[in-house]
């Protein structure tokens, strides 16, 4: 499966912005797919995840109440509103798919070695 993450941009704080995940070549209907995140010099971080249906969401504190993660399976893409952007907010930002479970594991969704398949990574960046 390829991913192909798309939406990012130059915001300014407080501003909001949503970034797509789409996947080709292979349906992702029913493996849990996570965004995460990496700023320049630091470690590549979770920020969000989604169970195969939808309707099971995990989120990282540092963006909990601002970010909302989504997915639309006939459209085979998931989707990361962010909204009451801040500075710290600024970096790459990744989907991630993982094949070998449909449900949310906060053990296993929030470690990226456990997921398969990656995006290019969009970038965001807010300015203060």
């Known amino acids: 499966v390829q991913l192909q993450a798309s939406g990012g941009g130059l915001v300014q704080a407080g501003d909001s912005l949503r970034v797509s995940c789409e996947a080709s070549?292979?349906?992702?209907?029913?493996?849990?797919m996570a965004w995460f995140r990496q700023a320049p010099g630091k470690e590549r971080d979770f920020v969000a995840a989604?169970?195969?249906?939808?309707?099971?969401?995990y989120y990282a504190d540092s963006v909990k109440g601002r970010f909302t993660i989504s997915r639309d399976n006939a459209k085979n893409t998931v989707y990361l509103q962010m909204n009451s952007l801040k500075p710290e907010d600024t970096a790459l930002y990744y989907c991630?798919?993982?094949?070998?479970?449909?449900?949310?594991?906060?053990?296993?969704?929030?470690?990226?070695?456990?997921?398969?398949?990656w995006g290019q990574g969009t970038l965001v960046t807010v300015s203060s």
């Open positions: 991630a798919a993982d094949s070998a479970v449909g449900g949310l594991i906060p053990s296993r969704t929030t470690e990226p070695a456990n997921f398969g398949s």
């Open positions: 070549g292979r349906t992702v209907g029913t493996w849990a």
């Open positions: 989604i169970n195969w249906s939808g309707t099971r969401t």
